[in-house]
């Protein structure tokens, strides 16, 4: 039988009447009367989760695939979608009289000598015939398929009873139904997801989860991958013969490589949250051995797929042209489009950013990556493409002419056809034609791009324009057409690249694993890339001096700690970061505020000088660059915004906009962004901020008065942020990212900032000796005195 733990309170004794009293007092003593209070089941029922990692993780997927009764449908759909595969291909290839179909012979009435039209059941063989007819590969296929149906079915049945599980969490704990569902943000279900922790103590290892505990959970597999790709640790790029350095990361290969490290019974993990053992041995010759057994599970693992490789390459070619045979003729540019390939999927991600988070990033990012590319138009390909389309063309025009004219025209043999196919040609070759208001302007796009994706090379910066840039990014926003070629092959050439590539970086995969792994409490073993820990991780080119003691082996490559730092920052401002963070990110808030003062105290700034390269976009006019970061502050429109947005008119009118959906509702810039962008509108540098505001230069706004989101609690009902705000913090996001990688730039080439006072003396200077600041002139004011204010010592803090 169950026990439960009780809790009992002992009554006092109430003298409600006077008579009786006594004869109650001895048949009910007071040392014996007491209330049982029993448990809340709902309560008891999500206390002490055993694997937080799958129940987040599955809380978040109900969210994204909006409930359970759309979860539910579509797995039954894609259940039937593979008997549908099947049944249609095997149908397809024996049960269709082709010769009959085709008309190859005559089928001629006895009783008259004209031709018979052909119908759909003359081209059908009866049905026992077409079961008579299977070969001993289809037999084989069919059984295959059907045991692989089998368990589809009882996964399918197993997810259901966990949906519903997690249905009853959101309706219960959550108090979230499923109308409200589709109107919720993930950051109202994960706000409500931490107060129910404080109530029902789904992790009893810990009282309080943070934002970065359940990105943890949800996301612990998917950052050690990240790490690892940005580490170099996984060996994804080749050198192919005629083509030179290819990057090669199909989704079955990635499957193979998660199976092998994360999920499968060999993983190297033993409950999904804690690191096996012998990945923590201090001894190397231990390592060694598991390296030599990992290595051996890549070369068995290639086996076990090359045996395979015909079976996973029929079903590649059947569902590839059940999926894109219809859209492809619907749409014949689609395989002249783009898509950003998985490894630039991997490469581009931060640590800790969800999967709706990254898709909406790099939806941002599609149109500028598209246009940057389709300005390196080949002109031989452009010219042959051009006289391709004009022949096809005439043909397809003469063709359709003649049909409308009489439609008899269709039933001539292959005339239809001979259209379908000129039509393709057509639309096809508009691929390789430029279009001709298409301006050529790498650089401007490359940085509009990477305000989005947040990463680039080094090496790329300034040579956009080259063709080397050009085939790097490529590799990153792939055309689909190459896209499926690999899916399609990938059967094949996966084993060949665990047998020959994988195995031996067995080693290399194990000491990264007992290198970069932390135990964190309540949340278990995660990569230490993951924490974004400045002083340990941090990279010496994009953070201040003294800031990281990190190695080279140790630090993180193209800013990827500092970016994934800011952009959790940014994307859950009440989290709490620790000392290391919180200094990093104050110390880049200074910074914003510095070069924007420096920059609105020089109206020549866009004819040169040290901050030109704050804003590259302004010697063409374009809005899209980095320009939008100073244009906030000095009045103009941030072309990152909407065009409705009036940037001036909160700092006049006080008022604070309470957003809620669309950005084109808003009506000023957010008060209570806790962006370090955001904050300079407010910052004693800006120059729109009120003078009687303005701070001692000795006491930087970020010290004396912190971020707010450093101090918010987290409790629905004491929320500051509304999601309105939230959703424009994406725009704080895209200006951090280029702001930091200029001034990675100029901390490379040595370039040492002003200090701000004497830029704001040298400025009230300037302008009260030219001839427009003299009071006669009607000019300014004389000048005041300037008073010299104390500088502080920097005392940064040490990490504990």
Same mark, same amino acid.
């Given at each position: 039988?169950?026990?439960?733990?009780?809790?009992?309170?002992?009554?006092?004794?109430?003298?409600?009447?006077?008579?009786?009293?006594?004869?109650?007092?001895?048949?009910?003593?007071?040392?014996?009367?007491?209330?049982?209070?029993?448990?809340?089941?709902?309560?008891?029922?999500?206390?002490?989760?055993?694997?937080?990692?799958?129940?987040?993780?599955?809380?978040?997927?109900?969210?994204?695939?909006?409930?359970?009764?759309?979860?539910?449908?579509?797995?039954?759909?894609?259940?039937?979608?593979?008997?549908?595969?099947?049944?249609?291909?095997?149908?397809?290839?024996?049960?269709?009289?082709?010769?009959?179909?085709?008309?190859?012979?005559?089928?001629?009435?006895?009783?008259?000598?004209?031709?018979?039209?052909?119908?759909?059941?003359?081209?059908?063989?009866?049905?026992?015939?077409?079961?008579?007819?299977?070969?001993?590969?289809?037999?084989?296929?069919?059984?295959?398929?059907?045991?692989?149906?089998?368990?589809?079915?009882?996964?399918?049945?197993?997810? *259901?009873?966990?949906?519903?599980?997690?249905?009853?969490?959101?309706?219960?704990?959550?108090?979230?139904?499923?109308?409200?569902?589709?109107?919720?943000?993930?950051?109202?279900?994960?706000?409500?997801?931490?107060?129910?922790?404080?109530?029902?103590?789904?992790?009893?290892?810990?009282?309080?989860?943070?934002?970065?505990?359940?990105?943890?959970?949800?996301?612990?597999?998917?950052?050690?991958?990240?790490?690892?790709?940005?580490?170099?640790?996984?060996?994804?790029?080749?050198?192919?013969?005629?083509?030179?350095?290819?990057?090669?990361?199909?989704?079955?290969?990635?499957?193979?490589?998660?199976?092998?490290?994360?999920?499968?019974?060999?993983?190297?993990?033993?409950?999904?949250?804690?690191?096996?053992?012998?990945?923590?041995?201090?001894?190397?010759?231990?390592?060694?051995?598991?390296?030599?057994?990992?290595?051996?599970?890549?070369?068995?693992?290639?086996? &076990?797929?090359?045996?395979?490789?015909?079976?996973?390459?029929?079903?590649?070619?059947?569902?590839?042209?059940?999926?894109?045979?219809?859209?492809?003729?619907?749409?014949?540019?689609?395989?002249?489009?783009?898509?950003?390939?998985?490894?630039?999927?991997?490469?581009?991600?931060?640590?800790?950013?969800?999967?709706?988070?990254?898709?909406?990033?790099?939806?941002?990012?599609?149109?500028?990556?598209?246009?940057?590319?389709? *300005?390196?138009?080949?002109?031989?390909?452009?010219?042959?493409?051009?006289?391709?389309?004009?022949?096809?063309?005439?043909?397809?025009?003469?063709?359709?002419?003649?049909?409308?004219?009489?439609?008899?025209?269709?039933?001539?043999?292959?005339?239809?056809? *001979?259209?379908?196919?000129?039509?393709? &040609?057509?639309?096809?070759?508009?691929?390789?034609?430029?279009?001709?208001?298409?301006?050529?302007?790498?650089?401007?796009?490359?940085?509009?791009?990477?305000?989005?994706?947040?990463?680039?090379?080094?090496?790329?910066?300034?040579?956009?324009?080259?063709?080397?840039?050009?085939?790097?990014?490529?590799?990153?926003?792939?055309?689909?057409?190459?896209?499926?070629?690999?899916?399609?092959?990938?059967?094949?050439?996966?084993?060949?690249?665990?047998?020959?590539?994988?195995?031996?970086?067995?080693?290399?995969?194990?000491?990264?694993?007992?290198?970069?792994?932390?135990?964190?409490?309540?949340?278990?073993?995660?990569?230490?890339?993951?924490?974004?820990?400045?002083?340990?991780?941090?990279?010496?080119?994009?953070?201040?001096?003294?800031?990281?003691?990190?190695?080279?082996?140790?630090?993180?490559?193209?800013?990827? *700690?500092?970016?994934? !730092?800011?952009?959790?920052?940014?994307?859950?401002?009440?989290?709490?970061?620790?000392?290391?963070?919180?200094?990093?990110?104050?110390?880049?808030?200074?910074?914003?505020?510095?070069?924007?003062?420096?920059?609105?105290?020089?109206?020549?700034?866009?004819?040169?000088?040290?901050?030109?390269?704050?804003?590259?976009?302004?010697?063409?006019?374009?809005?899209?660059?980095?320009?939008?970061?100073?244009?906030?502050?000095?009045?103009?429109?941030?072309?990152?915004?909407?065009?409705?947005?009036?940037?001036?008119?909160?700092?006049?009118?006080?008022?604070?906009?309470?957003?809620?959906?669309?950005?084109?509702?808003?009506?000023?810039?957010?008060?209570?962004?806790?962006?370090?962008?955001?904050?300079?509108?407010?910052?004693?540098?800006?120059? !729109?901020?009120?003078?009687?505001?303005?701070?001692?230069?000795?006491?930087?706004?970020?010290?004396?008065?912190?971020?707010?989101?450093?101090?918010?609690?987290?409790?629905?009902?004491?929320?500051?942020?509304?999601?309105?705000?939230?959703?424009?913090?994406?725009?704080?996001?895209?200006?951090?990212?280029?702001?930091?990688?200029?001034?990675?730039?100029?901390?490379?080439?040595?370039?040492?900032?002003?200090?701000?006072?004497?830029?704001?003396?040298?400025?009230?200077?300037?302008?009260?000796?030219?001839?427009?600041?003299?009071?006669?002139?009607?000019?300014?004011?004389?000048?005041?005195?300037?008073?010299?204010?104390?500088?502080?010592?920097?005392?940064?803090?040490?990490?504990?």
């Amino acid at each position: 039988m169950a026990h439960y733990e009780t809790q009992y309170t002992q009554l006092s004794v109430y003298d409600d009447d006077e008579t009786g009293e006594e004869e109650e007092e001895e048949n009910f003593p007071d040392d014996r009367l007491m209330i049982h209070v029993v448990p809340d089941e709902n309560k008891a029922r999500w206390n002490h989760i055993e694997n937080l990692d799958e129940f987040f993780t599955r809380v978040y997927q109900y969210h994204q695939r909006q409930g359970f009764l759309c979860m539910v449908l579509e797995d039954l759909l894609q259940l039937l979608q593979f008997v549908f595969v099947v049944v249609f291909s095997t149908f397809l290839i024996e049960c269709v009289n082709y010769d009959v179909l085709f008309d190859n012979y005559y089928n001629l009435d006895r009783n008259k000598s004209e031709h018979r039209k052909v119908t759909i059941d003359d081209a059908i063989r009866p049905h026992d015939q077409c079961i008579q007819s299977f070969s001993f590969t289809v037999v084989v296929c069919l059984i295959v398929a059907g045991a692989f149906w089998v368990f589809r079915v009882v996964k399918v049945i197993y997810n *259901i009873f966990l949906y519903y599980e997690i249905r009853s969490f959101y309706m219960y704990a959550l108090k979230i139904s499923a109308v409200d569902l589709p109107n919720l943000t993930w950051h109202e279900v994960q706000t409500r997801l931490l107060d129910v922790q404080k109530d029902q103590q789904m992790c009893i290892h810990k009282p309080d989860l943070t934002q970065l505990d359940i990105y943890h959970r949800i996301l612990r597999f998917k950052n050690y991958t990240v790490a690892m790709v940005n580490k170099s640790v996984l060996p994804l790029k080749l050198q192919v013969p005629c083509v030179g350095e290819y990057v090669f990361l199909s989704t079955g290969l990635k499957y193979n490589l998660d199976f092998i490290l994360f999920y499968g019974p060999w993983s190297a993990f033993e409950n999904k949250w804690h690191l096996r053992g012998e990945y923590k041995e201090k001894s190397f010759d231990k390592r060694r051995q598991l390296a030599d057994k990992l290595s051996q599970r890549f070369l068995w693992l290639g086996i &076990v797929n090359l045996a395979l490789f015909p079976l996973i390459f029929l079903w590649q070619i059947l569902y590839s042209f059940f999926r894109y045979a219809e859209l492809v003729k619907r749409q014949p540019a689609f395989l002249g489009s783009r898509r950003w390939s998985n490894y630039g999927r991997q490469y581009l991600r931060h640590f800790n950013e969800l999967d709706h988070e990254f898709n909406a990033r790099l939806n941002r990012g599609y149109k500028a990556a598209d246009m940057y590319l389709s *300005i390196f138009m080949s002109p031989l390909m452009a010219i042959l493409a051009k006289n391709v389309a004009f022949f096809a063309g005439s043909i397809l025009a003469v063709l359709v002419v003649l049909t409308v004219i009489d439609e008899d025209v269709l039933n001539v043999e292959h005339v239809l056809t *001979i259209m379908t196919i000129a039509g393709v &040609v057509v639309t096809s070759c508009k691929v390789f034609i430029p279009d001709e208001h298409t301006v050529y302007c790498p650089e401007v796009l490359m940085r509009n791009v990477l305000s989005q994706i947040h990463y680039m090379p080094d090496h790329w910066a300034g040579n956009a324009h080259t063709s080397k840039v050009r085939g790097e990014f490529s590799l990153l926003f792939q055309f689909k057409a190459i896209y499926l070629l690999e899916e399609l092959f990938s059967p094949l050439i996966t084993p060949l690249l665990l047998i020959f590539q994988f195995r031996y970086k067995a080693g290399d995969i194990v000491e990264f694993f007992h290198n970069f792994t932390v135990d964190v409490v309540g949340v278990g073993d995660v990569c230490s890339f993951a924490q974004m820990d400045i002083r340990k991780h941090g990279n010496p080119q994009w953070v201040s001096e003294n800031e990281t003691e990190a190695s080279q082996d140790e630090q993180g490559e193209c800013g990827k *700690i500092e970016m994934s !730092l800011m952009h959790f920052h940014l994307t859950n401002p009440e989290w709490k970061p620790p000392e290391n963070c919180s200094l990093f990110l104050n110390n880049f808030k200074e910074q914003v505020q510095r070069d924007v003062g420096a920059s609105s105290m020089q109206p020549d700034i866009a004819g040169g000088g040290p901050y030109q390269s704050m804003v590259p976009s302004w010697a063409t006019g374009g809005g899209l660059g980095y320009a939008s970061l100073i244009s906030s502050v000095t009045g103009g429109t941030s072309a990152m915004l909407s065009p409705s947005v009036n940037i001036s008119a909160p700092f006049t009118s006080g008022n604070v906009p309470k957003l809620r959906g669309a950005v084109s509702h808003s009506v000023g810039p957010l008060m209570g962004s806790t962006g370090p962008v955001s904050s300079i509108y407010l910052s004693p540098s800006s120059s !729109l901020a009120p003078r009687q505001s303005l701070q001692p230069m000795g006491q930087p706004q970020s010290l004396t008065n912190p971020p707010t989101s450093l101090q918010q609690p987290t409790s629905m009902s004491q929320r500051q942020y509304d999601e309105g705000q939230i959703e424009l913090m994406s725009t704080d996001m895209s200006l951090s990212a280029l702001f930091m990688h200029d001034l990675r730039t100029r901390r490379a080439r040595g370039f040492m900032y002003e200090n701000l006072d004497d830029i704001r003396a040298r400025s009230l200077w300037q302008r009260h000796e030219t001839p427009q600041a003299t009071p006669s002139s009607g000019g300014t004011t004389p000048m005041p005195n300037i008073e010299e204010q104390p500088q502080e010592e920097d005392n940064p803090k040490e990490e504990n």
